[in-house]
């Protein structure tokens, strides 16, 4: 059964600090995607990581993706308040078969940042 | 709007009764895929569609069945529900021509 653990679970941040979300999964994979989810809300879509060794960044948010590892991060800069929500990655458990779709998603980082 | 739509928005209803969520994938995509997000479980993937046949399964109950129509909308369909059943069941899409899966805005069913 492929395992996908996030930590920390829990994240007060001070504004314009910096801080790393960890991903750590336990089968072997090269689709790796991270989301984010405001309180009530649908799942919005960060990165899409295919591949050892792809970094993304959009904003205050850069993901990088270590197959090797079996790891991927979610780096914060400078954080500002409308970066609070919950953050999720998601490991697609059949990338490289036949079918997709079958996400398994980490427990979710719960980003508060304080001014 | 992420072009996925989910209907209706929140429900709820007594144990024991039956519910159908509706999912209307984005324009194009022929795959439609149920998920359920619960505090004590997290989100869990329930059942995949690609183009009217079921293609995976993970954790969906018996109680549980899916449906993907010649239109390309699909039903989930819940019965004999349990208090346990009250979570946000999201519904996504995906394209065969990229990457990525795009997320309705989810079906909150409370069942008291």
């Known amino acids: 059964e492929l395992k996908v653990e996030q930590n920390p679970l829990f994240l007060s941040m001070q504004e314009g600090k910096n801080y790393t979300i960890y991903c750590n999964y336990s089968?072997?994979?090269?689709?790796l995607y991270w989301y984010r989810q405001d309180p009530g809300k649908s799942l919005e879509s960060l990165f899409v990581l295919l591949s050892n060794g792809a970094v993304k960044q959009e904003g205050r948010l850069m993901a990088s993706l270590d197959t090797k590892a079996r790891l991927s991060t979610l780096h914060i800069t400078a954080a500002v308040h409308d970066l609070s929500a919950t953050y999720f990655c998601a490991v697609d458990a059949d990338a490289g078969g036949t079918s997709y779709g079958k996400l398994t998603f980490g427990q979710g980082t719960i980003l508060t940042v304080h001014p | 709007d992420s072009g996925v739509t989910q209907t209706p928005k929140h429900l709820i209803t007594a144990t024991g009764q039956r519910v159908t969520l509706r999912c209307s994938p984005r324009?194009?995509?022929?795959?439609v895929y149920w998920y359920q997000q619960s505090l004590d479980q997290g989100l869990q993937f329930l059942i995949q569609y690609y183009n009217g046949e079921e293609r995976a399964k993970g954790n969906i109950l018996e109680r549980f069945s899916a449906q993907q129509f010649p239109d390309l909308h699909s039903e989930l369909n819940l019965s004999s529900l349990e208090l346990g059943d009250s979570a946000l069941y999201f519904c996504a899409s995906s394209s065969t021509r990229g990457y990525g899966y795009t997320f309705g805005s989810g079906t909150r069913l409370t069942v008291v």
């Open positions: 324009s194009g995509d022929l795959s």
């Open positions: 089968t072997t994979s090269d689709r």
